[in-house]
């Protein structure tokens, strides 16, 4: 089987994260210490003893974890390559559906807080398939900046419908929200379920059930 590489950095997708226009205007080292200095500046709001041994480094590990780390997705740079291989072992003429799992963790952009849980993703390959570690490394860029699960299933689907060059998509996310367990309701139990159905698992019933019946299979009650 021929591999195929293709360059993947820019994909745009309908449902864009909210950015300004200047996001790119510092590099990352000056990123870094910008959000150092007023970090120390909330833990000195919050009456923080900023000199003590403990919490002296503590705004630079904030500030260098936001930047390289929870929120690199921002980087449309950090997109991974993608590489294909040929559907050589479809025997339907509808094509096979191929399913994968994978567990993501985001930052809800309305507390800053972590949502983590599981993501489904189903897709009817167009003559090619995409390596296995490729679709939770799209997740995880998507996971890694402030977000709204809605969007974030948005744009996984749309983003994968673009790359595979196929329409025929499914992406389903269950997910804790900790802006529901340490704050508010404070309810440690509970969990949101979305998903995004395009193609054949939207206007066929028979592949939607056969992706949520794949779901279930994995133990997840989905509520449908």
Do not use: W
């Amino acid at each position: 089987m021929d591999k195929e590489k293709i360059p993947t950095k820019a994909i745009k997708t309908r449902y864009p994260t909210p950015v300004s226009s200047t996001k790119d205007i510092l590099s990352k080292e000056e990123k870094i210490a910008f959000i150092s200095d007023r970090f120390r500046e909330i833990m000195e709001c919050l009456g923080l003893d900023v000199e003590n041994e403990s919490l002296a480094r503590t705004p630079y590990r904030v500030a260098k974890m936001y930047v390289n780390e929870i929120f690199s997705g921002l980087d449309e740079e950090s997109f991974p390559e993608v590489r294909f291989v040929n559907d050589d072992y479809s025997h339907s003429k509808n094509g096979n559906a191929i399913f994968i799992k994978v567990n993501f963790t985001s930052f809800c952009e309305h507390h800053f807080v972590p949502m983590m849980g599981v993501v489904y993703v189903s897709y009817i390959p167009n003559k090619k398939v995409v390596g296995l570690s490729k679709i939770p490394r799209i997740i995880r860029f998507f996971s890694q900046r402030p977000q709204m699960q809605e969007r974030l299933g948005a744009q996984i689907a749309d983003s994968l419908s673009a790359i595979l060059e196929t329409e025929h998509i499914a992406v389903c996310i269950v997910a804790k929200h900790f802006c529901m367990i340490v704050r508010g309701i404070e309810d440690a139990a509970s969990h949101t379920v979305t998903h995004v159905l395009l193609g054949d698992f939207e206007k066929n019933p028979e592949r939607r059930n056969e992706f949520f019946e794949a779901m279930k299979r994995q133990n997840v009650e989905i509520g449908v």
